[in-house]
């Protein structure tokens, strides 16, 4: 039974956060000052990383598998900027469930798998008078972090219950591949909320659609018994497997809105099915294809990020770099009109 790390590198000083956050059985050692001084600042003051293929990985889960240094955070930095190009910030009703209306009271929200921190920072400044914590495997530690927001390192697979009744808002975003049973994080979260609390999930389902004459997407059915074309389509298909390999749960969001719908104390559930141009193709419209230009750029990373997971796997170096080079090819070339699929999930906790 691997023992839970969870220490909080930035924490507020305020005492209603320190009795919010509090994980069970953690709160001296997590809450001492010292923590926070000894990781202030810097790239390398990330805990527990080990180095694999070139790229620093986290150190305590074998199951996520993309790297967490500065290359990483960077892309998702840029990828979070245009998620907001495309999505906006938030559901609409979030002000509403942040509004800071009951004197004493901070409103609380939680970013799991928080990565750089870029969308509980922002959210953090958006929402003063709230308390933000992100937790992460590997969170950064940012000189910017506003003073009423902190990330504590934690693994999501070891469960919730430390936070149970604790937060007005949820936030995952794409963590599906380090998540080993993403319905049980579904209940886990709803017992994280409180009464009429937003849960809000953004996860894709690591495959690559393209389009029929008549607009409708399709997957691009493949498998990894051929190494040819669609390039990145396969490429991605052997991130897929890798993943469910190390034990993540790569489809989760192809499932998120039967958990969420299904699920007795959850309701008001809308969801929304993004689709993103990972180029921009000629028969695209212009801002498909001003998307596609930085989506192309994120993906072209993600092909590098997504070494150490495929070579951790099994996958030769040579069928890696010829997967990589013929789909930085095909993305370069804008050779082909296909997208991701970004599935985007909120609901209500309900009230009895
Ligand atoms: C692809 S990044 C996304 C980061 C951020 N949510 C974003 O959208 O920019 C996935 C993040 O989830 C974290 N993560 C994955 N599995 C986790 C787990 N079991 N517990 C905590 N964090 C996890 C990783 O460390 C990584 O920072």
Known sequence: MPSRSSEIINMPDTSACAHLLRPNGKQINALCPSSFDDRASGPDTFANHKLEYGRKLNNSSEIYRLPADEEELDRLNKQQKMFIEIMGKYPPCLPGILQDDVPG????CLDLGCGSGAWIMELARDYPSSLALGIDLAPKQSTTMPDNCSVEVDDINLGLEHFYGKFNVVHAQLISSGIKNYEKLVDDI??????????????????????????????????????????FARWMIFANMAIRKAGGHPDAATHLRRWTAEHPDLGDVVSHDYWIPVSPHSTFN????????????????????????LLGNGVSEQIVDELQRNAEHELRTAALPQYIRVQSVYCRKKVY
């Open 286 to 309: 212009v801002f498909q294809r001003h998307i596609g230009v930085q989506m192309r750029e994120d993906v072209t990373s993600f092909l590098k990020s997504g070494r150490p997971l």
């Open 190 to 231: 709803s017992c994280v909320l409180r009464p009429a609390g937003l849960m809000h999930i953004l996860e894709f389902d690591f495959h690559v659609y393209d389009h029929m004459p008549d607009g409708a997407h399709r997957r691009c059915d493949l498998d990894t018994s051929d190494i040819a074309g669609p390039w």
């Open 105 to 108: 009271e901070p409103k609380a």
